[in-house]
């Protein structure tokens, strides 16, 4: 079974521009959850979708994130217009219930995100 | 607001021995809690899964403790080896909420050396 899979695994862009990160949750799972790291910090929550909805976007740190699930598989995040302190890995989690229950949740490998 | 803390941020250690990695949360009403391994440049790996009504769990060398009400869990790790060499992450769901999100500490760098 394939795990999460995120592209690309690195992007760096100048600041201005817009980049778009891709997630592949794992197959069934409903649950979808983007999570950031930035230098020297903990990773933190973003947002979370149960299948095509969202549930929780309390993470997003400003508008100029835009987090999509079109058909409730694979999700998009974009930034636009990119800003320096946007640097950092975006990680894609998923998990299989509609609920939040003891379920184990499943990281991808990343997105090491530089803008410079 | 729930807060996850580990403790130390990084361990250096000979291999062979035994060790004790420590993480403790503000907020008692938890979910449950999870451990992960990021190797570098790596995504992360879940290693144990402890649920709120349990004391803990063991997978092969590892063994995770959960005491919600005093707001600790501890991850041992049996017999180190240089390939347990990663950064150690815990993180708890909350317990209130139906969002499922998970609350990290910023983790534990372990090296185990030959």
């Known amino acids: 079974e394939a795990g999460v899979t995120q592209f690309p695994s690195h992007s760096v862009i100048e600041k201005g521009q817009t980049v778009t990160l891709r997630c592949d949750p794992i197959?069934?799972?409903?649950?979808l959850y983007w999570y950031r790291r930035v230098m020297g910090k903990e990773i933190k929550f973003l947002l979370h979708?149960?299948?095509?909805?969202?549930?929780?976007e309390s993470g997003m740190p400003n508008n100029r994130f835009l987090a999509e699930r079109t058909g409730g598989t694979y999700s998009t995040l974009k930034v636009q217009p990119a800003e320096l302190e946007d640097s950092g890995v975006y990680f894609c989690?998923?998990?299989?219930?509609?609920?939040?229950?003891?379920?184990?949740?499943?990281f991808g490998q990343g997105t090491r995100l530089t803008v410079v | 607001k729930q807060e996850v803390t580990q403790i130390p941020a990084a361990l250096s250690v000979p291999e062979g021995e035994n060790l004790v990695l420590n993480c403790s949360f503000t907020?008692?009403?938890?979910?449950?809690l999870q451990w992960f391994r990021q190797d570098p440049g790596k995504g992360l790996t879940s290693l144990l899964l402890?649920?709120?009504?349990?004391r803990e769990q063991t997978s092969g060398r590892l063994n995770a403790s959960l005491d919600k009400s005093s707001g600790r869990s501890t991850l041992y790790i049996a017999a180190s080896q240089p390939g347990d060499s990663a950064t150690y992450l815990c993180?708890?769901?909350?317990?209130?909420?139906?969002?499922?999100?998970?609350?990290f500490g910023q983790g534990t760098t372990l090296q185990v050396k030959p």
């Open positions: 907020d008692s009403a938890i979910y449950n």
């Open positions: 989690a998923s998990s299989p219930e509609w609920w939040a229950g003891n379920t184990e949740a499943f």
């Open positions: 402890i649920q709120s009504s349990q």
């Open positions: 979708f149960v299948k095509e909805s969202k549930q929780d």
């Open positions: 993180a708890v769901r909350l317990g209130s909420s139906n969002t499922g999100k998970l609350i």
């Open positions: 197959s069934g799972h409903d649950n």
